[in-house]
């Protein structure tokens, strides 16, 4: 993956996406996600969230380009927008066991000293 620099505008931009991340709800639905595309309704009942409230964080994922709805008769099939939320999340949730665990993380070759 290529190392980018921040600028400000970028770095507020980054801070909003991760702040969306930050609700475990949330990433219980990007989760089921992952596993492929999802009915609004079905989503709610597997993420163990009422409609409701599933709606909301689903409206809120879509607004950051995070996940997309498409109509399909009268429910609407969620998808992750595309991999690189799914690797975002796998690298979230590696990082979070790596630590849980104690487990030393090979350096990174690509990152300069110091």
């Not at 600028?7 to 507020?12: E, M, R």
């Not at 595309?82 to 949730?93: G, I, K, M, R």
């Not at 590696?94 to 030393?104: I, V």
């Amino acid at each position: 993956m290529p190392r980018t620099r921040l600028d400000a505008d970028s770095a507020a931009r980054v801070a909003t996406t991760l702040q969306a991340l930050a609700t475990p709800s949330r990433l219980l639905i990007l989760a089921r996600l992952r596993e492929g595309p999802c009915a609004a309704t079905e989503l709610a009942t597997e993420v163990g969230m009422e409609q409701s409230a599933c709606s909301h964080q689903l409206r809120l994922l879509r607004n950051l380009g995070l996940v997309v709805g498409r109509r399909q008769g009268r429910s609407v099939i969620y998808d992750l927008y595309d991999n690189h939320v799914a690797e975002l999340l796998d690298q979230a949730v590696y990082h979070t066991e790596h630590l849980r665990l104690g487990l030393p993380d090979t350096p990174d070759t690509d990152r300069p000293a110091g």
